[in-house]
């Protein structure tokens, strides 16, 4: 395998984001569109808007982690007495109670990996608005991650979708979602759209501008 | 010799023909451009249709049933959706619907449709579109997560009854991996050089 050490922008070249085929970017106006021969795809050589359009869902992920981890989550309410638990109060629970293992996974998946997409993102912003050099494998590699990681996150609505058609036993147990779930589940959505909407090519582009 | 541009960091490299089963690396980034695989129409049918019939039992049958003295409450994927909207959970019941029952299913539906005209040798329909579609659908189509949920949720109730798996889950741990093969085994390359021969 050759490579020709220049990058599709350099050569003129585009390639389709959806079936990456390589073809010559064509010349258009303001307010026109190349759309790909093979797959009909709008050809663009970056993501459009990639950063400020990261930016926003990366905020807005971010004003919605507040209320979906001060919110309960789950009210349960067991002969008469009810109990409301936000996520950090389940993880404590299940701590308590024996499996550490599920207090792990829960803590993993809705609280540490949401909070280090929002680092880890801003973080790639950040180095390529300020044209960063260093290291743009390690970043590279940082993106694929939190691209494949961020669906987990929803693992906890799950749960809480299955409890609660589940124990429905009237006066005995019943367990009802609150309000932080649809909040919760906004930000795994969201912080997955903006992973999707960042450009990481964009990462590479600061080297090419040094070599020129 | 073919030119492809890697999509992560957009160096362009000239591909030789490749030997079954290896996979291209972009120099640059590591990233894998593409990997050939031996067979892709014949396995991707195969496990395709092995999902299908996993998926029809994994949805209609009770994955969980709850003992509590003489009460015997059930749940079901299809049921479990059904009492969110009776709840006026609507969003939240959409995005279980969307997440583990539809996409996943029109992900197969899909495959098929654009795989099984590759092996006849004929022209479906608006292939190009659904198989955009369908390649937009993967980080969308979330069965393994809900199977963890499973679990997790039989943990938690563990303690306050007695908690039977149903036959769902063993038909859901099953799809699980019947899907990712069935996915894996797509030549993403292979489909886009025919698709696009014959428009």
Same mark, same amino acid.
């Given at each position: 395998?050759?490579?020709?050490?220049?990058?599709?922008?350099?050569?003129?070249?585009?390639?389709?984001?959806?079936?990456?085929?390589?073809?010559?970017?064509?010349?258009?106006?303001?307010?026109?569109?190349?759309?790909?021969?093979?797959?009909?795809?709008?050809?663009?050589?970056?993501?459009?808007?990639?950063?400020?359009?990261?930016?926003?869902?990366?905020?807005?992920?971010?004003?919605? +982690?507040?209320?979906?981890?001060?919110?309960?989550?789950?009210?349960?309410?067991?002969?008469?007495?009810?109990?409301?638990?936000?996520?950090?109060?389940?993880?404590?629970?299940?701590?308590?109670?024996?499996?550490?293992?599920?207090?792990?996974?829960?803590?993993?998946?809705?609280?540490?990996?949401?909070?280090?997409?929002?680092?880890?993102?801003?973080?790639?912003?950040?180095?390529?608005?300020?044209?960063?050099?260093?290291?743009?494998?390690?970043?590279?590699?940082?993106?694929?991650?939190?691209?494949?990681?961020?669906?987990?996150?929803?693992?906890?609505?799950?749960?809480?979708?299955?409890?609660?058609?589940?124990?429905?036993?009237?006066?005995?147990?019943?367990?009802?979602?609150?309000?932080?779930?649809? +909040?919760?589940?906004?930000?795994?959505?969201?912080?997955?759209?903006?992973?999707?909407?960042?450009?990481?090519?964009?990462?590479?582009?600061?080297?090419?501008?040094?070599?020129? | 010799?073919?030119? *492809?541009?890697?999509?992560?960091?957009?160096?362009?490299?000239?591909?030789?023909? %490749?030997?079954?089963?290896?996979?291209?690396?972009?120099?640059?980034?590591?990233? *894998?451009?593409?990997?050939?695989?031996? /067979?892709?129409?014949?396995?991707?049918?195969?496990?395709?249709?092995?999902?299908?019939?996993?998926?029809?039992?994994?949805?209609?049958?009770?994955?969980?049933?709850?003992?509590?003295?003489?009460?015997?409450?059930?749940?079901?994927?299809?049921?479990? *959706?059904?009492?969110?909207?009776?709840? /006026?959970?609507?969003?939240?019941?959409?995005?279980?619907?969307?997440?583990?029952?539809?996409?996943?299913?029109?992900? %197969?539906?899909?495959?098929?449709?654009?795989?099984?005209? @590759?092996?006849?040798?004929?022209?479906?329909?608006?292939?190009?579109?659904? $198989?955009?579609? $369908?390649?937009?659908?993967?980080?969308?189509?979330?069965?393994?997560?809900? %199977?963890?949920?499973?679990?997790?949720?039989?943990?938690?109730?563990?303690?306050?009854?007695?908690?039977?798996?149903?036959?769902?889950?063993?038909?859901?741990? @099953?799809?699980?991996?019947?899907?990712?093969?069935? *996915?894996?085994?797509? /030549?993403?390359? %292979?489909?886009?050089?025919?698709?696009?021969?014959?428009?």
């Amino acid at each position: 395998m050759k490579a020709t050490l220049a990058t599709a922008r350099q050569l003129g070249l585009v390639s389709c984001h959806d079936c990456h085929l390589l073809t010559h970017m064509p010349q258009i106006a303001r307010h026109q569109a190349a759309l790909c021969p093979r797959c009909g795809c709008e050809l663009h050589q970056r993501k459009p808007n990639s950063i400020i359009r990261t930016w926003a869902l990366v905020i807005t992920a971010m004003v919605f +982690y507040v209320p979906a981890n001060v919110l309960p989550m789950t009210i349960t309410s067991a002969l008469g007495s009810t109990q409301a638990d936000t996520i950090m109060s389940g993880v404590i629970y299940f701590m308590h109670h024996g499996s550490w293992e599920i207090a792990l996974v829960i803590f993993t998946a809705s609280i540490f990996v949401p909070f280090m997409k929002f680092i880890i993102l801003i973080y790639l912003l950040l180095t390529v608005q300020f044209r960063s050099i260093k290291r743009p494998s390690d970043r590279t590699r940082l993106y694929r991650l939190t691209e494949a990681v961020g669906r987990w996150s929803m693992v906890d609505i799950y749960v809480v979708t299955i409890l609660i058609a589940l124990v429905k036993l009237g006066v005995l147990a019943n367990i009802e979602a609150g309000p932080a779930a649809i +909040y919760f589940a906004s930000v795994v959505v969201i912080t997955m759209i903006a992973a999707e909407s960042f450009d990481p090519r964009l990462i590479w582009d600061a080297l090419e501008e040094q070599h020129e | 010799m073919h030119q *492809i541009a890697c999509h992560e960091c957009d160096l362009v490299h000239n591909i030789p023909p %490749m030997p079954e089963r290896a996979a291209a690396r972009c120099i640059r980034c590591g990233c *894998i451009l593409f990997r050939s695989k031996p /067979d892709s129409v014949n396995r991707t049918i195969a496990w395709t249709t092995a999902g299908l019939i996993l998926y029809s039992v994994a949805v209609t049958y009770p994955f969980l049933a709850m003992k509590s003295g003489s009460i015997v409450q059930q749940t079901g994927l299809l049921s479990g *959706i059904q009492q969110l909207y009776q709840q /006026d959970l609507i969003p939240l019941a959409t995005l279980v619907l969307l997440t583990c029952v539809l996409v996943p299913l029109l992900q %197969m539906l899909g495959l098929l449709y654009i795989i099984i005209p @590759l092996k006849l040798n004929i022209r479906a329909k608006f292939a190009i579109p659904v $198989f955009r579609i $369908f390649q937009h659908f993967k980080p969308w189509s979330m069965m393994e997560i809900y %199977m963890l949920g499973i679990l997790i949720a039989l943990v938690k109730l563990g303690k306050m009854a007695t908690i039977v798996p149903g036959l769902a889950v063993i038909a859901f741990g @099953l799809l699980i991996f019947v899907l990712n093969f069935a *996915i894996s085994a797509v /030549d993403t390359h %292979m489909v886009w050089e025919r698709l696009g021969d014959e428009s």
